[in-house]
Nanobody, 125 residues
Framework: QVQLVESGGGSVQTGGSLSLSCTIS????????MGWFRQAPGKEREVTSVATNGDLRFFTDTVKGRFSISRDNAKNTLSLQMNSLKPEDTAMYYC???????????????????WGQGTQVTVSA
């Protein structure tokens, strides 16, 4: 059974930094996509950053230049470094994994089959 466990998050003031980490276990095939999604109260879950099994990295425009993602396949971890945080970054952040390279828009949360429990990030003004 595939499991994703997140750690990190917390509260920070505007302009501060936080890091998130996700450890994946129990898979038989290494996920092609692993990413970080977030969901603020009353809003839909949205992608922030995705890393493929290779060298491709994707960042949504709202976090580009401020967030960085790293993936360590040997350690089965996915990390998100968040800098220059803004109040609008406040949300529950989720780690997600998708095994298949093909199978719908990889930027859409519904195309991911495995999710962590989420970790809260709160940025105060």
């Amino acid at each position: 059974q595939v499991q994703l466990v997140e750690s990190g998050g917390g509260s920070v003031q505007t302009g501060g930094s936080l890091s998130l980490s996700c450890t994946i276990s129990g898979y038989t095939a290494r996920p092609y996509y692993m990413g970080w999604f977030r969901q603020a109260p009353g809003k839909e879950r949205e992608v922030t950053s995705v890393a493929t099994n290779g060298d491709l990295r994707f960042f949504t425009d709202t976090v580009k230049g401020r967030f960085s993602i790293s993936r360590d396949n040997a350690k089965n971890t996915l990390s998100l470094q968040m800098n220059s945080l803004k109040p609008e970054d406040t949300a529950m952040y989720y780690c997600a994994a998708r095994i298949q390279q093909r199978g719908g828009d990889w930027r859409r949360p519904e195309s991911y089959h495995y999710w962590g429990q989420g970790t809260q990030v709160t940025v105060s003004a």
